[in-house]
């Protein structure tokens, strides 16, 4: 069952991109860089440095869309990304497919474009935790895994051409739906070069003005039914998988075109907490959990990207804490219906993976 919630994964990230026309380009990037011993239990994992390969196909939106215009010509991508984490006996290499946006924060056509990049995607790793062969990694316990890149760059671009410099960080985990789930943190500096199909644009517009019913609808009130999978840590029995069910109730209040406010209810059933301490389970009511919750999210094209923090006021057994947060991404399939992806987390320790269906009233 993990693995073939980890393989949606790649499903989703090939969704919620809208249908764009602008330029379009190739690039490479070479990255170089070290692994963060983000724990005191991994230093022994940090040895060689990083070396990253990574092949991206980029189509600028200049569509003159009401996203197009607010993000001032963002641009939209996937890559493939080949990752040796200088030990490979015990880490071995990933191979990434990840989509993302870049938004531009600075753009001149004499000095060039400064971006920050966000995208999200799948990895596969070759080595992982074991047991017998490889007690070593204590930070992957799947081959399949979630992946989050946040990048800087600086471009230079020609009339076919371009090249660049900038910043990388990125994350592989599977969500805590196999143990060990440390996970992988790589910085890493990077060189970029490139073909475009047709050169890049700077976007010369006045400031977008428009109203909010010009970008999207909005309702204030928001319903979710949340399914996931939880991996407890193997202590006195055999690790296992189980199953975590919650309604969320949100408010929602724009405070911008693009941002909005949310706070709502947590409504949370955790089989898993029942087998925390225990050989036999806890009473079933004991695994409910009540929550407050509190966040932001952004909008952008047919999707979100919502983050926030909550606070339970239901928390009998109490395994991680009476702080959670979370963060990740819904789909817009229309007006009423949305699906969602996230993480839900502990002072950030992950949880577990979340699943969402959610109504617009």
């Known amino acids: 069952m993990k693995q073939v919630v980890l393989i949606l994964m790649v499903v989703w990230s090939a969704l919620g ?7 379009f380009s190739v690039g490479l990037q070479y990255k170089n860089g070290f692994l963060s011993a983000h724990r005191e239990t991994m230093h022994h994992l940090v040895q060689s440095r990083n070396n990253v390969l990574e092949v991206d196909f980029n189509r600028q939106d200049t569509s003159g869309t009401a996203y197009s215009d607010i993000y001032r010509y963002p641009t939209q991508g996937a890559s493939l990304i080949l990752h040796d984490y200088g030990y490979r006996p015990v880490l071995g290499v ?6 993302f946006t870049k938004f531009p924060i600075y753009q001149s056509e004499r000095w060039g474009f400064f971006d920050f990049r966000l995208g999200q995607g799948v990895s596969y790793i070759t080595e992982k935790y074991d047991s017998f062969e490889n007690k070593k990694n204590i930070a992957i316990g799947s081959h399949i895994n979630g992946f989050v890149n946040l990048q800087f760059s600086w471009e230079k671009h020609f009339e076919h051409f371009y090249f660049g410099a900038g910043l990388d960080f990125s994350h592989i985990s599977n969500a805590r739906l196999k143990t060990p789930n440390q996970g992988l943190n790589t910085l890493t500096a990077f060189a970029s070069a490139g073909y475009n199909i047709s050169p890049r644009k700077v976007y010369d517009k006045p400031k977008f003005d428009g109203e909010l019913s010009d970008v999207r609808k909005f309702n204030k009130w928001h319903f979710r039914f949340i399914f996931g999978l939880k991996q407890n840590l193997p202590d006195h029995f055999e690790a296992r998988n189980f199953g975590v069910a919650a309604l969320q109730g949100l408010y929602r209040k724009n405070v911008s075109l693009l941002w909005d406010f949310e706070a709502g209810i947590d409504l949370v059933y955790n089989e898993a907490n029942r087998w925390y301490y225990e050989t036999n389970p806890v009473p079933a009511y004991q695994a409910l959990l009540v929550g407050g919750y509190s966040g932001m999210s952004l909008s952008l094209y047919r999707s979100q990207i919502y983050f926030g ?23 817009l399939s229309n007006e009423k219906w949305n699906f969602s992806i996230g993480i839900k987390a502990h002072v950030g320790v992950a949880d577990y993976l979340e699943w969402g269906l959610g109504y617009r009233l």
């Open 17 to 23: 991109w809208t249908q764009n026309t602008g330029p």
């Open 94 to 99: 990933s191979f990434t497919f990840s989509r």
């Open 309 to 331: 923090l909550g606070v339970y006021a239901l928390n009998i057994i109490n395994p991680e804490g009476w702080v959670y947060n979370r963060a990740g991404i819904r789909l």
